[in-house]
């Protein structure tokens, strides 16, 4: 299938996507994130397809939201139809929480679909990686980090940038950055929106490796298929206890992971790790 945006490759069971638009530096689009969201339907429901990498045409990871939808935005109504800003921030979220419909996405705002794709990676039942080659700012960085494992090239540059704009991160970084680096590196990196390099970001915990840009993509490629050959499904398992453990105490994720691994003790995978053992050898996992 081609595609204008993105290029999507197979090789084994591992799923390759390429954010691919040069002239923008790789900017997400409304049109690029329903291309992405439809690779990511496909890697679901194909049994096949056991492992995703997500990458950019270099020399970018993904530059942000397409600033050309931001700029009509941002033209919005007429003067006289602008809502007055409340006077107090907490005070006035907290308002238009109490008054807002139930529904995540608001009724014919495209820049929804760009703002919610990190909620689609998160959600994947299946092992993803970020291969950052190069900027992932804005909502590109929320994407990287919305993905299970990310290894970072030397080039890589990561930027909380929306309060460059005057906005705040609505890509579900205030929900992801604080579990991985802290309180304050997340406020440092939001109050701010410096870019830090991959070095600071493998500091901090932002990343799990850096490699040389050159070596990247055999790097992720070969974590890739390393995990596309392992027991998928006990990771997909395990990708979900760690998720609900995160607002759970420990008491209740013992008793969460003791049903996961009452699944995990009927599967296919668990028979196979067994008979392998004893029989002294290399498993050979099918994901189920």
């Given at each position: 299938?081609?595609?204008d945006l993105?290029d999507?490759?197979?090789?084994?069971?591992?799923?390759t996507?390429?954010?691919?638009d040069?002239?923008?530096?790789?900017?997400?689009?409304?049109?690029?994130?329903v291309?992405?969201?439809?690779q990511?339907s496909r890697?679901?429901a194909?049994?096949?397809l056991?492992?995703?990498?997500?990458?950019?045409?270099?020399?970018?990871?993904?530059?942000?939201?397409?600033v050309?939808?931001?700029?009509?935005?941002?033209?919005?109504?007429?003067?006289?139809?602008v809502?007055?800003?409340?006077?107090?921030?907490?005070q006035g979220?907290?308002?238009?929480?109490?008054e807002?419909?139930?529904e995540?996405?608001?009724?014919?705002d495209?820049?929804?679909?760009v703002?919610?794709?990190p909620?689609?990676?998160?959600?994947?039942t299946?092992?993803?990686i970020?291969?950052?080659?190069?900027?992932?700012?804005?909502?590109?960085?929320?994407i990287?980090?919305?993905?299970?494992?990310?290894?970072?090239?030397?080039?890589?540059?990561f930027?909380e940038?929306f309060?460059?704009?005057?906005l705040v991160?609505?890509?579900?970084?205030?929900?992801?950055?604080?579990?991985?680096i802290?309180?304050?590196?997340t406020?440092?990196?939001?109050?701010?929106?410096d870019?830090?390099g991959?070095?600071e970001?493998l500091?901090?915990?932002?990343?799990?490796?850096v490699?040389?840009?050159e070596e990247?993509?055999g790097?992720?490629?070969?974590?890739?298929?390393?995990?596309?050959q392992?027991a998928?499904y006990?990771?997909?398992?395990?990708?979900?206890?760690v998720?609900k453990?995160l607002?759970?105490?420990?008491?209740?994720?013992?008793r969460v992971?003791?049903?996961a691994?009452?699944?995990?003790?009927?599967?296919?995978?668990?028979?196979?790790?067994?008979?392998?053992?004893?029989?002294?050898?290399r498993?050979?996992f099918?994901?189920?």
């Amino acid at each position: 299938m081609a595609f204008d945006l993105i290029d999507a490759r197979r090789v084994g069971g591992v799923l390759t996507l390429t954010l691919d638009d040069p002239p923008t530096r790789n900017a997400m689009s409304p049109e690029m994130a329903v291309e992405v969201a439809e690779q990511l339907s496909r890697f679901e429901a194909e049994p096949g397809l056991r492992v995703l990498v997500l990458t950019g045409r270099d020399p970018s990871f993904c530059s942000g939201a397409d600033v050309r939808r931001m700029n009509q935005a941002a033209a919005g109504p007429a003067a006289d139809e602008v809502e007055a800003v409340p006077s107090d921030p907490w005070q006035g979220l907290e308002a238009r929480l109490s008054e807002a419909p139930p529904e995540t996405v608001r009724a014919g705002d495209a820049i929804d679909g760009v703002r919610l794709l990190p909620l689609k990676f998160h959600q994947l039942t299946k092992p993803c990686i970020a291969a950052v080659n190069g900027h992932a700012i804005g909502v590109g960085m929320g994407i990287a980090l919305s993905c299970d494992i990310r290894i970072a090239s030397e080039e890589a540059r990561f930027a909380e940038a929306f309060v460059r704009n005057g906005l705040v991160p609505a890509d579900g970084s205030c929900w992801q950055l604080p579990r991985m680096i802290g309180l304050s590196n997340t406020m440092l990196l939001q109050y701010t929106g410096d870019v830090i390099g991959a070095e600071e970001a493998l500091r901090i915990g932002l990343v799990s490796r850096v490699t040389p840009h050159e070596e990247l993509t055999g790097a992720a490629m070969e974590l890739a298929q390393r995990l596309a050959q392992g027991a998928t499904y006990a990771m997909s398992l395990t990708k979900r206890l760690v998720q609900k453990s995160l607002g759970l105490d420990f008491e209740e994720s013992l008793r969460v992971a003791g049903v996961a691994q009452d699944i995990a003790r009927v599967t296919e995978d668990h028979r196979e790790g067994v008979r392998a053992f004893v029989e002294k050898r290399r498993p050979h996992f099918r994901g189920r």
